[in-house]
């Protein structure tokens, strides 16, 4: 067990209880996979238990786990390999079923690939700016409004086509 000088493991374990539920949802919408989102934010939380005595301001520790995750989602993201390769046979469409609608935007979400669902997130609902996002992702400005833009259009034309049930991407 790593031990934090100045004894301030419970004042980390009482944040970490607070605030996990939260920050598991926000993993989860970063990674699109309940067992990522788990691992991003172990990963961020011991980032965070590392830097806990250097992080003076107590009232941006969300904001420095999400960056965090934001950080740590993109290095996991830039490793990664092609895991899908491009098939000559079409599947057959699903069966349309009643859903509601935060299941087809969480099931929309995660269809998109990568770097659109993260930019997507990153934009509606961590509610960073355009910039702030390129920072992030090392992209320009141009390319986050363009993807963005792309991405909100495979939303809406998924959320506007009937339900599908369909794997979703990595």
Known sequence: MITVAG?????FREYVVARGPALLRAAHRLTGHPS???DLLQAALVKTYLAWDRIQDRTALDGY???AM????ISWWRRRKLEEYPSGEVPEPAVASAQHLPERVEQALDRLPTRMRTA???RYYEDMTEPEIAK???ISVGTVKSTVSRGMAK???????E???LEPQP
């Open 7 to 11: 004894g301030t493991d419970e004042e």
């Open 36 to 38: 990522d989102a788990e």
């Open 65 to 67: 786990v999400r960056r």
């Open 70 to 73: 934001v950080n740590i989602n």
């Open 120 to 122: 997507v997130v990153l």
């Open 136 to 138: 992030a992702l090392g």
């Open 155 to 161: 939303l809406r034309g998924d959320l506007t086509s």
């Open 163 to 165: 339900p599908r049930h």
